[in-house]
């Protein structure tokens, strides 16, 4: 039986749906209705997968291809590649698509030194003796040339609150609140928004301490897992940065305002607001056309820290006078995220050769050498998200996650639950054990089954069609009843991601006239990066082995850069420093780059 976690009725009169015949993944678009669809409607991961009860266009070809025998005998359709002219329902077949990744974060103490502070004052009241205006009030209270800010103004004046305790709300020298009676709380919201996860970290800018984190998928993942494909949805789409910068602001909205009502805070007290993203996240989030990043030379249009209020971009959880920073970009792909990274590594600190590796779907790279930083984004594509694999998902509940050989294949599975797929940590846990087995060539080819020792591998080697896949859980173990299995695509998808990688490391070692050794320290971050096995990383030259002993993972550096800026205002006036020191290379044009890649695609 097929797992239908969720019903979704939708439900129209017939003139009316037949009148607007549409694409069914258009449709639950439209209606703001989750589903997986990394590739963006294109027809090519059939991970979107539907039920509809109605009149419906014929099943195609690229749906008998990505489609199981069962999945067909029960209807099930590809919402992509569907067109609909009736319908009295839509059964979406999902999985939890939660994924708490970005959770995995120290609750260290981080410094204080805000620019955000309060002051507990007793206004005195206006006469006709003294003439003070409701500002000239403020400023003699704090004694000091100060700014208060017209909203403030606004509110107060409503229902002024003269002769007793007050409490101010500066950020330097403006006014941005105030609050009746003495009050000292003062909380902020870094956000790490990730082309796959957006993390929110609510923090104590009094203590210093992360309070609670709200962890979700980017909303934009429905019209598709990369940053290419996304895109391309807006260069096609009238109205596509659009669409896609109100996903996401409506999905930060919402997860702003849980926080606030989770902990039971005050709105007024969380006074400051950071956000970091790739450039494409960025550039989405402030709504800046993103046609000049589709092609070359990957221009960016925004390069400086942005600062404004919150009423800016009309987020309802959120004073209006609440700061907002979104941390600069660098170059091409390469953002604010891969600066706060930097920033919590320390970069410029201690004159250490130092190469960075924050790994995710669009893995960035940054080499500080000499008092410069040489940064560049390699195009891994989805494929360590599970996005390309045939049996691939998100590290949500239900994927295998990793993988063991004790004379057979054992696995471990989010949720503890039976196995629905298998996400990147599992994935490359499992090439690794094929790898070392002798299941796979070191160019990544199936060997042949009477090559293979451990004969319950060899077992689980099997072809049909003319094509060999490997099977890592059978039917009986699984919660649809099919298969889960690695086919020689994927583990070609693998390839791909783990060139374009380790391409880019070296371009930037053979700019700067580099050699591996001359490496002091290799940063390894993002959350993908902090559930790998660094050992079977290593077997598969996903990281290269000469820097086995250089390795420090920081896990998701780019979350924990936006706290420290958040809380240490000193950390904002260095932000520029970051960014006047890198150079992006493009390194899809640098002439070895081709080869390169090519000689790194091998295991």
């Known amino acids: 039986d097929l797992d239908l976690t969720e019903n979704i009725f939708l439900i129209y009169s017939h003139d009316d749906v037949l009148k607007m015949k549409k694409n069914c993944l258009d449709i639950l678009r439209e209606k703001n209705i989750d589903i997986y669809a990394p590739c963006g409607g294109k027809g090519t991961c059939g991970k979107c997968k539907v039920k509809i009860i109605g009149k419906t266009s014929e099943l195609t070809q690229e749906e008998r291809n990505l489609l199981t025998v069962s999945e067909i005998e029960n209807g099930v359709r590809l919402a992509c590649k569907t067109e609909v002219f009736s319908y009295d329902e839509i059964i979406v077949l999902k999985k939890d698509l939660i994924n708490n990744s970005k959770n995995k974060i120290k609750n260290e103490k981080y410094k204080i030194n805000s620019d955000i502070r309060k002051e507990t004052v007793i206004l005195e009241k206006p006469t006709l003796e003294n003439g003070y205006s409701i500002s000239e009030v403020f400023k003699k209270a ?97 109205n596509g940065l659009k669409i896609l910068n109100q996903v996401l602001m409506e999905n930060l909205d919402k997860n702003f305002e849980q926080l606030i009502i989770k902990n039971n805070i005050d709105k007024k007290d969380l006074c400051k607001c950071v956000l970091t993203g790739n450039s494409v996240m960025t550039h989405i989030l402030l709504g800046v056309n993103t046609s000049s990043l589709s092609k070359i030379p990957f221009n960016i249009v925004i390069k400086d820290t942005f600062m404004e209020k919150a009423q800016y971009f009309k987020f309802k959880s959120l004073l209006s006078n609440t700061e907002i920073i979104i941390l600069p970009n660098i170059g091409g792909f390469v953002g604010g995220d891969t600066v706060a990274a930097m920033i919590v590594t320390e970069y410029l600190e201690d004159g250490k050769t130092k190469l960075l590796l924050d790994l995710g779907t669009n893995g960035e790279i ?69 790898l070392q087995n002798e299941v796979i060539k070191i160019s990544g080819k199936f060997n042949n089954k009477d090559k293979i020792q451990n004969k319950n591998l060899a077992t689980r080697l099997i072809e049909a069609d003319g094509k060999k896949f490997f099977v890592v859980a059978s039917e009986e173990e699984t919660e649809s009843g099919e298969k889960i299995v690695i086919t020689q695509k994927d583990i070609r998808e693998i390839q791909l991601a783990k060139g374009a990688i380790r391409a880019g490391i070296n371009i930037l070692l053979k700019i700067c006239n580099l050699e591996k050794e001359n490496i002091d320290i290799f940063y390894l971050a993002g959350t993908f990066g902090n559930y790998i096995d660094k050992e079977n990383s290593l077997i598969i030259g996903l990281l290269p082995e000469e820097y086995r002993e250089k390795i420090e993972i920081v896990g998701n550096a780019a979350g924990k850069g936006c706290i420290k800026v958040m809380c240490d205002y000193d950390l904002n006036r260095t932000l520029n420093t970051y960014i006047e020191k890198s150079t992006h290379i493009e390194i899809s044009n640098h002439e070895e780059f081709q080869n390169e890649f090519l000689k790194e695609m091998s295991f």
Do not use: H, W
């Open 142 to 238: 704090i004694n000091q040339g100060i700014k208060i800010e017209l909203e403030v103004l606004k509110e107060f004046s409503k229902n002024p609150v003269y002769e007793r305790e007050i409490t101010l709300i500066l950020n330097e020298k403006r006014v941005i609140g105030f609050k009746e009676g003495k009050n000292t709380e003062l909380y902020g919201v870094a956000v790490d928004i990730g082309t796959t996860t957006i993390a929110c970290y609510l923090v104590n800018m009094i203590e210093g301490k992360i309070v609670d984190i709200i962890s979700f998928q980017n909303p934009q993942y429905i019209y598709g897992s990369d940053l290419i494909t996304r895109l391309n949805y807006i260069e096609n789409n009238e």
């Open 366 to 434: 940054a080499l500080f050498f000499n008092g410069k930083i040489y940064v560049c984004s390699a195009a891994a594509g989805p494929a360590f998200e599970g996005a390309n694999i045939q049996c691939g998902m998100q590290a949500f509940s239900g994927a295998i996650n990793k993988v063991m050989l004790k004379n057979d294949i054992l696995y471990e599975v989010l949720g503890n639950k039976k196995p629905v797929g298998i996400c990147g940590s599992g994935i490359i846990d499992l090439i690794s054990i094929l």
